[in-house]
């Protein structure tokens, strides 16, 4: 499975961004898909994820309420939709996914097996 994340870029405080990661696979709907990220100095951290079936998504406190992930089968392609960014925000951001379940993503990532380029996105204050 390739993935192939874009959409990042600088934005001010208080802006949106959507970030888009598309998959190869063929069978898009069997896989499960997340969202991590890492600044600088920082451990990738998980941010967003959508099961395969789309019954369940997940989010990281931090981004809970500003953040929504879903997914579009026909274009085999997961999305993130960011709002009221922060500068905080600010870090490189990683599609991923995995066929097996939705709960290493937000638990321990090392189990998921697919991995994306990143994209840089950069919130200006």
């Known amino acids: 499975v390739q993935l192939q994340a874009s959409g990042g870029g600088l934005v001010q405080a208080g802006g949106s961004l959507r970030l888009s990661c598309a998959a190869s696979e063929r069978t898009f709907d069997s896989l499960h898909m997340g969202w991590f990220r890492r600044a600088p100095g920082k451990e990738r951290e998980f941010i967003a994820g959508?099961?395969?079936?789309?019954?369940?998504?997940q989010y990281a406190d931090s981004v809970k309420g500003r953040f929504t992930v879903f997914r579009d089968s026909a274009k085999s392609t997961v999305y993130l939709q960011m709002n009221n960014l922060k500068p905080e925000d600010t870090a490189v951001y990683y599609c991923a996914a995995d066929h097996r379940a939705l709960r290493p993503f937000y638990s321990d990532y090392n189990w998921v097996t697919y991995w994306g380029q990143g994209t840089l996105v950069t919130v200006s204050s």
């Open positions: 959508i099961a395969f079936s789309d019954s369940d998504t």
